[in-house]
């Protein structure tokens, strides 16, 4: 037998200071490279403590959306820290995290953040502890509570010594074997490296050249990173490891063991159990907004679903469509897809590049690329505004159909139209209907009638306009001035 490091996934609620704690324990600043200061994917760390021990952290989401992502955190680890700030208190992920924890049943310690704060109240959080029957020492039962300002420096070391003793107590050692194991945490499609694995290794020492299977995929190790970025060839018992050589993206929570090619190939499952790409429909109306949702991993796509499932309430008389969930950049097939089915691109944590952004502007494709998930929401809110506001919340008094459109640039697109009813004026604005769907808004810079600038055409005229708007215009379209 020999000992290994302690696992511990930091748990708790958004913005309650995981990652700060992070920060104050490795001396360095993890939480400025965070989108919007929250967490999104989970990170493993291993710091090496005055002891000369080393731990290995795993950091999880706070946000609502992020459970499936932080129950498989806590699933990899040994011991838990249940992050609560002393100001604030028990709030509703603190509760979703504990029952993660409770559900892995491995221990766990109380961390009181932001003891620094005037407004902290340590008892007052204590007495709620026990509320939700977590019995901290000092309280009648045995579970750790350390109290300790990130931001200060302070009570850092004390946990630290806790969690090594926590450690020794439960026993945490593994034999000495060549049977390897592990457990993937994050995963995800790089466009130019594949599909990559965050995993833990659980027994054994992981090495390049290794093969290795999972539930739904497998492949040989042909690089291997440690949490620095750094190229390793082998990982021990308890290392965070990113490995590349899998043939396809394995499910997250899902072990991987190390195994021969003959028996890797065997292990595959008949169905893949990924979870993507795929396709749900969340409500049914004749109102429809098609989305294809893209995410640089996929438990990033599970997190989304919970965001849209949640939206999904204050739109009770539209269909939120996905048409393809998927992971990985965006691309021409993606883009092709959307122009067909006129629906919505949404990135998450990705990119589109030079060639991809001029296809999509091509095919007039609508598209947001996100770096934080609360985002999500106001974007629904817009997408929703824009296609579905009510035709009479602007007062009609011209419609002009789109015959040809000449110039796009930056200043805006030359089109040439035919009124079809009432009149249309300079500097007017109006809607862009398409296929009976409001989809944006614009207004008009120049408009000529007989190529001489004029301040009103009527119905039955041609003429030729310089707009601006939220969308290009394509032949076809239908603009509604007010």
């Known amino acids: 037998m020999m000992k290994k490091p302690p696992v511990v996934a930091v748990l708790g609620h958004i913005d309650h200071g995981k990652t700060s704690l992070l920060d104050a324990i490795r001396k360095t600043n993890l939480i400025q490279k965070e989108a ?15 002891h000369k021990r080393l731990i290995t952290f795993i950091d999880t989401p706070g946000h609502a959306a992020f459970e499936k992502i932080r129950s498989h955190g806590a699933k990899a680890a040994d011991i838990a820290l249940l992050v609560i700030a002393a100001d604030e208190g028990i709030k509703p992920q603190t509760l979703e995290a ?20 005037p407004e902290a109240n340590p008892e007052k959080v204590k007495q709620e502890l026990a509320s939700h029957e977590v019995m901290v020492e000092g309280w009648g039962g045995q579970v750790p509570v350390v109290e300790v300002s990130a931001l200060k420096d302070k009570g850092i070391n004390e946990l630290l010594d806790i969690i090594l003793l926590l450690a020794d107590i439960e026993g945490l050692n ?10 993937v945490i994050a995963s995800g499609m790089d466009s130019k490296r594949g599909a990559t694995a965050t995993i833990i290794v659980k027994e054994g020492i992981l090495k390049v050249g290794d093969w290795v299977s999972a539930q739904d995929t497998y492949g040989k190790i ?8 750094k190229q390793i060839n082998e990982a021990p018992p308890a290392t965070p490891v990113l490995i590349l050589g899998m043939q396809d993206v394995p499910a997250i929570g899902g072990q991987i063991v190390i195994t021969s090619e003959k028996e890797a ?71 092709d897809l959307a122009s067909r089915f006129n629906a919505v691109i949404i990135g998450f944590q990705i990119t589109a590049n030079a060639k991809m952004k001029e ?94 600038d004029a301040s009103t055409v009527e119905k039955g005229k041609d003429c030729g306009l310089l707009v601006q708007g939220e969308i290009p215009l394509q032949t076809g379209d239908v603009l509604i001035f007010s």
Request: without cysteine; hydrophobic residues 40%.
């Open 36 to 50: 919007g200061g929250i967490t999104q994917s989970i990170g493993a760390y291993q710091v090496l403590t005055p």
């Open 174 to 183: 593994v034999k000495e074997t060549n049977m390897v194991n592990g457990i």
């Open 359 to 452: 296809l999509l502007k091509q095919k007039n494709v609508y598209y947001k690329l996100i770096s934080v998930i609360y985002e999500i929401s106001d974007i629904l809110k817009e997408i929703v505004q824009e296609r579905f506001a009510p035709q009479k919340s602007l007062e009609a008094y011209g419609e002009l159909n789109v015959l040809a459109v000449y110039i796009t640039s930056k200043k805006g697109q030359v089109i040439g139209g035919r009124v079809t009813k009432g009149i249309i004026k300079k500097n007017g604005v109006f809607e862009i209907k398409r296929q009976d769907t409001i989809i944006g808004k614009g207004n008009v810079r120049n408009l000529q009638q007989d190529k001489k």
């Open 265 to 335: 190939k065997n292990r595959i499952l008949p169905e893949k159990s990924s979870d993507f790409p795929k396709a749900i429909t969340l409500a049914k109306s004749e109102r429809v907004i098609k989305f294809i949702l893209k995410a640089r991993e996929g438990a990033l796509l599970d997190a989304i679903d919970r965001v849209i499932s949640e939206a999904q309430k204050n739109f009770p008389d539209i269909t939120l469509q996905f048409i393809l969930q998927d992971i990985g950049d965006i691309s021409t097939s993606d883009i």
């Open 222 to 229: 042909r690089a291997m990173e440690n949490f620095e970025g």
């Open 98 to 117: 504990l029952n993660d924890i409770k559900k892995s049943s491995i221990p766990f310690i109380v961390v009181l953040n932001k003891i620094d704060k």
